[in-house]
Structures are given as structure tokens and as C-alpha cells.
T-cell receptor, first 111, second 115 residues
Framework: EAAVTQSPRNKVAVTGGKVTLSCNQT?????MYWYRQDTGHGLRLIHY???????EKGDIPDGYKASRPSQENFSLILELATPSQTSVYFC??????????FGEGSKLTVL | AQKVTQTQTSISVMEKTTVTMDCVYE???????LFWYKQTASGEIVFLIR??????ENATVGHYSLNFQKPKSSIGLIITATQIEDSAVYFC????????????FGDGTVLTVKP
């Protein structure tokens, strides 16, 4: 079974602070993704990666950076967190043209 | 740009009945991939079933099946013999035929199965 783990699972941050959400996958998938989910909505893509060293902008990249230092790890970075970034963030991994496997989600609250 | 629309915000059914959830999509691609995911009350997102656009046969997995109508850009999810534990949010998603592998999601349909 595919395994994607996220940390932290819950985070409370202050406006203007830096937040890093981490994701680790043991599936050896090339592709990794960061999505956010807001109440009553589907998932929206923030950043994604084809492999170690690569990051690409998704549909809503403003205010976020991403880092893919290795095949297994993909981080989402909020340099200056704002209350509008309060959300649940999901990491996922997958092969080309295959289904995605999602992590458990990270709930971020920015006060 | 791709777009996925789920018009049913919520559905309520009695246990052991059959339910169909609708999904329509927009794409300029001639080849694409369609998925249905389930999000449980705990927030877990689980892959259920997929349909590749070039396949004419509707996909079936367990008590999940798809009604793929390519001319109508429609991919409905059918759940037969529903169970209480099928209560969840169901998302339709589309993926293009490039190596980006990006999934575009609909807003989801909340399914409640009553005893």
C-alpha cells in the first residue's frame, strides 16, 4: 500500500511567521503534489514536482514556495504566513498517468 | 484549461439502495484520465476507481462502477447496495495526458447513507 506521511498534522502560526509543511513518501513515485482544501471545496493545486530538484507552480502558487530535495521528500513553505492561508493541506504522490496517493492532511491555522 | 463540475452538493439515500453521483468535465485533450476519490469523515482521501478516456468499457471495482459518456463529457459514479460506511464526500477528478500528472478536482458531493 502506498504510503505518504505529512508533518506536522496540526499547526498554529502567527501572521508573518514562516511555516514549513513536510511530506515523505516511500512509494518511489517521481511526482509529488501539494494541494489545499478549503471548507466546502475540492482540492486546489499549489505546487508539484517531477522529481528531486524540480518544482513547478500549480494553479494557486502565490504566497507559497516548494522544495524537493530528494525523491522521498517534498516541502511546502510559507515565508510570510497570512490568515487567508488557513486551510487543510494535502500532499500526494503518484506515477505518470496513474492515480494519486494522498497523505493524511495538515491543518494550518494562521492567527 | 481543464474544469470539473459536480452539480450535486449533497445526496441522501437509504441503506442498500443504489446511488449515482454526477460529474461533467471540460478539456481540450483527446486523451485523458478520470478518477473518483472518497474523503472520509476523518479527512482521509482514498482512490476508488478510474476511467481512461480511450477505453469504451465502463470501469467497475467492487460495488463501484462508472457511467462514462464521452460525447457528453460525463463520468458518473454508481454505488450499488450502499452501506452506512459509504457516507463520505466523493470527488471527481481529471488528469491530462501529459507527464505533469496534475489532477483537477470538482467541489465534491456529500453522500449520506441512512439506515
Amino acid at each position: 500500500e502506498a504510503a505518504v506521511t505529512q508533518s506536522p498534522r496540526n499547526k498554529v502560526a502567527v501572521t508573518g511567521g514562516k511555516v514549513t509543511l513536510s511530506c515523505n513518501q516511500t512509494n518511489n513515485h517521481n511526482n509529488m503534489y501539494w494541494y489545499r482544501q478549503d471548507t466546502g471545496h475540492g482540492l486546489r493545486l499549489i505546487h508539484y514536482s517531477y522529481g528531486a530538484g524540480s518544482t513547478e507552480k500549480g494553479d494557486i502558487p502565490d504566497g507559497y514556495k516548494a522544495s524537493r530535495p530528494s525523491q522521498e521528500n517534498f516541502s511546502l513553505i510559507l515565508e510570510l504566513a497570512t490568515p487567508s492561508q488557513t486551510s487543510v493541506y494535502f500532499c500526494a504522490s503518484g506515477l505518470d498517468r496513474g492515480q494519486l496517493y494522498f497523505g493524511e492532511g495538515s491543518k494550518l491555522t494562521v492567527l | 484549461a481543464q474544469k470539473v463540475t459536480q452539480t450535486q452538493t449533497s445526496i441522501s439515500v437509504m441503506e442498500k439502495t443504489t446511488v449515482t453521483m454526477d460529474c461533467v468535465y471540460e478539456t481540450q485533450d483527446s486523451s485523458y484520465f478520470l478518477f473518483w476519490y472518497k474523503q472520509t469523515a476523518s479527512g482521509e482521501i482514498v482512490f476508488l476507481i478510474r476511467q481512461d478516456s480511450y477505453k469504451k468499457e465502463n470501469a467497475t471495482v467492487g460495488h463501484y462502477s462508472l457511467n462514462f459518456q464521452k460525447p457528453k463529457s460525463s463520468i458518473g459514479l454508481i454505488i450499488t447496495a450502499t452501506q452506512i460506511e459509504d457516507s463520505a464526500v466523493y470527488f471527481c477528478a481529471m488528469r491530462d495526458n501529459t507527464n505533469t500528472g496534475k489532477l483537477t478536482f470538482g467541489d465534491g458531493t456529500v453522500l449520506t447513507v441512512k439506515p
